[in-house]
Structure formats: structure tokens, C-alpha cells
């Protein structure tokens, strides 16, 4: 079955510091791949995906991915964070299934950035 | 833009309770689904629908159900609440590949 692995559940990095949050999948095909992020009390939004192509993804916010086949990772990194960036982050891989393409979330990763 | 709808963000309600969480998209898309959402377990699929009248299992469906009448609604049933199904459930539809989430309802059950 499906899987992905976000191994930290809680990460602080100071203000302006550079911020890597892992993402690791078990999947049987190269995936669709997906990160998302949720401040307290909304929905989710999307930051960046990857289908093929460029393993360099780019997304909004300043935020980059690079997806890498041989480590089945795909870690979300930004060079420099900002206090607005506390919040949680998801990391998903999509499934096929019937007619529909499922979403498999890892359980997350709880961001807190010091001034 | 995409927007998703949901019908409360929060929401108390009594054991045995029958409660109804609609979600509603404006883009027309196909697929639409429902997540519940818990500390520690990221988001868990519920059910999801790729056309109208028609409709999936996802990962835990047990003590739900599901009903699409229109492309645009999709609404999740809880039959006879109960306490652990107090949880943040997401509504979210989908184009290519990519889901369009709704702001979720905070649902209690007392």
C-alpha cells in the first residue's frame, strides 16, 4: 500500500533561516506529488506539485521541491523563512483509483518560526 | 479562482444526532471529496465522488455516507453521530490532478 512518511512532526527555525521539511513516499511508480500548506483555521492550499520533468520544482511563497527518485524524497526547502510562514505542511502523493485520483497525505509537519 | 464552500465552520452536535456537511464548488469539476482531519494522522479519506450519483470508499468510510445530486454538491452524512467522530472535516474537488480544498467544518459531538 501506499505511504508517505513525513518523519517530523515538529520543526523550529529562527526568522531568515533556511527551512527543509522532508518528505518521503512508498509507491510502486514514479507518483504525483504534492505540498500543501494549512495556517490555523483554514483549508488547505497548494504550494507546489511535480507530475514530470524539471525534479526542481518551484511554488509559490518561495518555495521550492526537489524531487529525487533514488531516495523516494521529495523535501520541501525555502532559502530564507518568514514569521507568516507558521503554519502546517502537508505532503501528498496521488493515487489512482477507479476514476478518481486519490490524494495520500503524510500526517504533517508543524512549522513554528521564532522572531 | 477556485472556490469551495463549505456550509458551517463549526458545528456542535449530540450523540445519535443525524448531521449533514455540505460542500459546494464553482468550477465544475468532476471529482470531489471528503477528508477528516486529526492531530497526528494528517488527513484521512472519507469518501470521494467523480460523478454525479456516484460514489467511492475511501480509507474510513465507516459511520458515513455520502450523496451527489448535483455536480456542483457534495454533501458527507454522519447517520447516528458519535463522540469520535468529532474531528475537522475538509471538503476539497479536483482538476488534473490537483485538489481545490474547502476552509473545513469543526465538528463536535457532545
Known amino acids: 500500500a501506499q505511504s508517505v512518511t513525513q518523519p517530523d512532526i515538529h520543526i523550529t527555525v529562527s526568522e531568515g533561516a533556511s527551512l527543509e521539511l522532508r518528505c518521503n513516499y512508498s509507491y510502486g511508480a514514479t507518483p504525483y506529488l504534492f505540498w500543501y500548506v494549512q495556517s490555523p483555521g483554514q483549508g488547505l492550499q497548494l504550494l507546489l506539485k511535480y507530475f514530470s520533468g524539471d525534479t526542481l520544482v518551484q511554488g509559490i511563497k518561495g518555495f521550492e521541491a526537489e524531487f529525487k527518485r533514488s531516495q523516494s524524497s521529495f523535501n520541501l526547502r525555502k532559502p530564507s523563512v518568514h514569521w507568516s510562514d507558521a503554519a502546517e505542511y502537508f505532503c501528498?502523493?496521488?493515487?489512482?483509483?477507479?476514476?478518481?485520483?486519490?490524494?495520500?497525505f503524510g500526517s504533517g509537519t508543524q512549522l513554528t518560526v521564532l522572531p | 479562482d477556485v472556490k469551495v464552500t463549505q456550509s458551517s465552520r463549526y458545528l456542535v452536535k449530540r450523540t445519535g444526532e443525524k448531521v449533514f456537511l455540505e460542500c459546494v464548488q464553482d468550477m465544475d469539476h468532476e471529482n470531489m471529496f471528503w477528508y477528516r482531519q486529526d492531530p497526528g494522522l494528517g488527513l484521512r479519506l472519507i469518501y470521494f465522488?467523480?460523478?454525479?450519483?456516484?460514489?467511492e470508499k475511501g480509507d474510513i468510510p465507516e459511520g458515513y455516507s455520502v450523496s451527489r445530486e448535483k455536480k456542483e454538491r457534495f454533501s458527507l452524512i454522519l447517520e447516528s453521530a458519535s463522540t469520535n467522530q468529532t474531528s475537522m472535516y475538509l471538503c476539497?474537488?479536483?482538476?488534473?490532478?490537483?485538489?481545490?480544498f474547502g476552509p473545513g467544518t469543526r465538528l463536535t459531538v457532545l
Open positions: 465522488s467523480y460523478d454525479v450519483k456516484m460514489k
Open positions: 501528498a502523493v496521488v493515487l489512482l483509483s477507479g476514476s478518481a485520483r486519490q490524494l495520500t
Open positions: 476539497a474537488s479536483s482538476l488534473n490532478n490537483e485538489q481545490f
